[in-house]
């Protein structure tokens, strides 16, 4: 069985900085495609960020792009997510998610536990 541990996440001002970071553990027999999901209030989970098990193919949301990056850890199958010039709007709940294939379509085989992302206007 494999788990995925997340850190990071709080309370920051409008225009300040997060890492968020995420590391399976368990079985791990398989390098994964990693990725970020958030969930606002009242809000559907949305696509933050991905990176395939090589680290050499990205995805990030438009409303993150030039602000938000991701990229994979030192350790196998970790991922972090670098999040700059945070805004009100980035206000959710983070979910990391990881899958042998891809996590594009929001239905990876392993999620976080979650992690509250707050940005004070």
């Known amino acids: 069985q494999v788990q995925l541990v997340q850190s990071g996440g709080g309370l920051v001002q409008a225009g300040d900085s997060l890492r968020l970071s995420c590391a399976a553990s368990g079985r791990t027999f398989h390098s994964y495609a990693m990725g970020w999901f958030r969930q606002a209030p009242g809000k559907g989970r949305e696509l933050v960020a991905a990176?395939?098990?090589?680290?050499?193919?990205?995805v990030v949301a438009d409303s993150a792009k030039g602000r938000f990056t991701i990229s994979r850890g030192d350790a196998d199958n970790t991922v972090v997510l670098q999040m700059n010039s945070l805004k009100p709007e980035d206000t959710a709940v983070y979910y990391c998610a990881a899958d042998p294939g891809t996590v594009l379509l929001g239905r990876a085989r392993y999620w976080g536990q979650g992690t509250q992302v707050t940005v004070a206007s």
């Open positions: 990176i395939n098990w090589s680290g050499d193919n990205t």
